[in-house]
């Protein structure tokens, strides 16, 4: 009555091919038209060869069009700067031409930093992406001499003119702006 499909051993890929060469394949899926697909225990099959991947569930989406969504942070550890997260936040499908992802970095020692990318296009004519960081970079033991803090900024912008717009003539442009410390000390 609520038009879900309850499907038993199904398979989630996005691969077009009537035989994929990479699918989830679960023993329970629900399907929730133009919304979601749900699973139970899954796990990651390439090439027909199963692999150890498993999860204990699965939550796809299964929306047509451009999304927004949380964007998984990277872990790890640095030498100068301690344990991060880096890279996590939010992407916003804003539309087929535009979008926005806005991205964050926290360390251990107390450095952070944020950054906003945009990608834009429009058919035929130009595409381009724009991005702005900021970073408070945070290096050896407070109270100690080789303690160091700095706080730096870049702006990146790339815009190409495309070739269908105007055979005859080519433009692009770049531009890179920042202070002088940007990305040093990263690990």
């Known amino acids: 009555s609520s038009n879900n499909f ?4 199904g398979k989630y890929t996005t691969c ?13 899926v629900r399907v929730i038209p133009d919304d979601k697909i749900i699973t139970g225990p899954a796990y990651l ?3 027909d060869v199963p692999t150890p991947l498993m999860l204990p569930f699965g939550f796809f989406p299964n929306k047509k069009g451009q999304k ?7 872990y790890g550890e640095s030498i100068n700067q301690g344990f991060f997260l880096t890279d996590g936040g939010y992407y916003f499908g804003i539309s087929d031409k535009v979008d926005l992802a806005v ?3 926290i360390y251990s020692k107390g450095s952070w930093g ?13 595409n381009g992406n ?13 109270y100690l001499d080789d303690y160091n803090e700095l706080q730096n900024f870049r702006v ?7 070739t269908k717009a105007r055979p005859d003539r080519r433009f692009s442009a770049s531009v890179n702006a920042g202070s002088s410390g940007f990305g040093r000390y990263q690990n």
């Open 114 to 126: 944020a950054k906003a990318i945009s990608n834009y296009a429009k058919r035929y004519k130009y």
């Open 130 to 142: 724009i991005s702005v960081s900021y970073a408070n970079q945070k290096f050896g033991e407070k």
């Open 103 to 105: 991205r964050g970095d």
């Open 45 to 47: 099959v390439i090439a």
């Open 156 to 162: 990146n912008w790339t815009h190409n003119q495309d």
């Open 16 to 28: 077009d091919l009537e035989h994929p060469h990479y699918y989830i394949s679960a023993s329970k």
């Open 6 to 9: 309850f499907v038993r051993h």
């Open 68 to 74: 927004s969504g949380i964007l998984i942070p990277t």
